[in-house]
């Protein structure tokens, strides 16, 4: 019964480590848009483990034209160009330490959605300051997913316009997104604390 009862801090510890790793994932934002609108798209860049990220490639799909990034202090980017002259990818690169383990980075972009996208697949490459790579290219069910973007269709009422998101925007998307999530935290610590405690029930009758 003492061991089992030793188990119960451990299984919340690894519990909210799950929770902390589900967490940790390149995610562009906002999470919505409409057809044929201009957007600002935010990419936010956790990192995972001691080593810094220095350097994040995006693949921009096919639904959007990206003409333009945010420049941010210490990071350089460079554009890739298919044939057509539309941007297919965009590479931010440290110029000094990059992201640290205990930080998160923030990347703009802005672009026009086309009139026929029905949703956003954004393929994310982190790189870490050992060259080690993690690829953000996954389904949405997987360990390292991709971050989609859903489409709405046009309600034809507000035409081709320029929508912005604020900070606050993005802030209340990813709030949206942690509760979301609660439910599932939730079911786990609870599965948890009955298994444990059937397990000190069985050990009580022996």
């Known amino acids: 019964m003492k061991k089992a009862l030793k188990m119960i801090p451990l299984a919340f510890v690894l519990l909210f480590a799950f929770a902390g790793m589900a967490s940790a994932h390149v995610v562009v934002f906002p999470k ?13 860049v956790p ?6 990220t220095t350097m994040l490639k995006v693949a921009v799909p096919d639904g959007v034209d990206i ?46 959605v086309s009139d026929n996208a029905d949703q956003l697949i954004w393929k994310a490459y982190q790189t870490y300051a050992d060259n080690s790579e993690v690829k953000w290219i996954g389904p949405e069910d997987s360990d390292k997913p991709a971050s989609i ?10 035409g081709d316009h320029h929508a912005s998101h604020s900070a606050a925007d ?5 709030n949206e997104g942690d509760a979301s999530s609660l439910p599932l935290y939730l079911s786990i610590g609870a599965l948890v604390i009955a298994v ?7 050990m009580k009758k022996k």
Not at 151 to 158: I, P, R
Not at 196 to 201: E, K, S
């Open 149 to 158: 973007t859903v489409v709405s269709k046009s309600t034809g009422m507000e």
């Open 170 to 174: 993005v802030q209340s998307e990813d």
């Open 196 to 202: 444990l405690a059937f397990i000190v029930a069985l």
């Open 67 to 112: 003409s333009r990034v945010k420049a941010v202090p210490g990071w350089s980017y460079t554009f890739e160009k298919g044939a057509s002259g539309k941007v297919t990818s965009i590479t931010w690169k440290a110029d000094d330490k990059g992201i640290s383990s205990t930080e998160f980075g923030e990347f703009d972009m802005q672009g026009k």
């Open 32 to 44: 919505e848009v409409q057809q044929g609108t201009y957007e600002k798209f935010t990419v936010r």
């Open 47 to 52: 990192s995972e483990g001691e080593m810094a």
